[in-house]
């Protein structure tokens, strides 16, 4: 079956840098867009970053200059790279695949990575 697997999370200081990696198994649909949410405990999922094809990036406002995504297409792989983390950014840290097929929403998700920044 299908699998998204994310990776990188961790315990980091106020401050401190994360790099979060999602790896594809299996057979995947090409996969048009890749992107990262992510929940914090007792709050609803969030929209964090996504990429295209083409190279294309978008952030949420709060992690803007921060925050960076970026891909390898050979790999199919996505990652987070997280600088100046904040408390506020602890959450469990999704990655999400939109195949050719779709307009919207999403095909695969992975099961998480959790990301506690301590104050």
């Known amino acids: 079956q299908v699998q998204l697997v994310e990776s990188g999370g961790g315990l980091v200081q106020f401050g401190g840098s994360l790099r979060l990696s999602c790896v594809p198994s299996?057979?995947?649909?090409?996969?048009?867009?890749m992107a990262w949410w992510r929940q914090a405990a007792g709050k609803q999922r969030e929209w964090v970053a996504d990429i295209t094809l083409d190279g294309t990036t978008k952030y949420t406002d709060s992690v803007k200059g921060r925050f960076t995504i970026s891909r390898d297409n050979a790999r199919n792989t996505a990652y987070l790279q997280m600088n100046g983390l904040k408390p506020e950014d602890t959450a469990v840290y999704y990655c999400?695949?939109?195949?050719?097929?779709?307009?919207?929403?999403?095909?695969?998700w992975g099961q998480g990575t959790q990301v506690t920044v301590s104050s």
């Open positions: 999400a695949t939109r195949s050719a097929f779709r307009s919207e929403g999403w095909d695969y």
């Open positions: 299996g057979r995947l649909l090409p996969i048009n867009v």
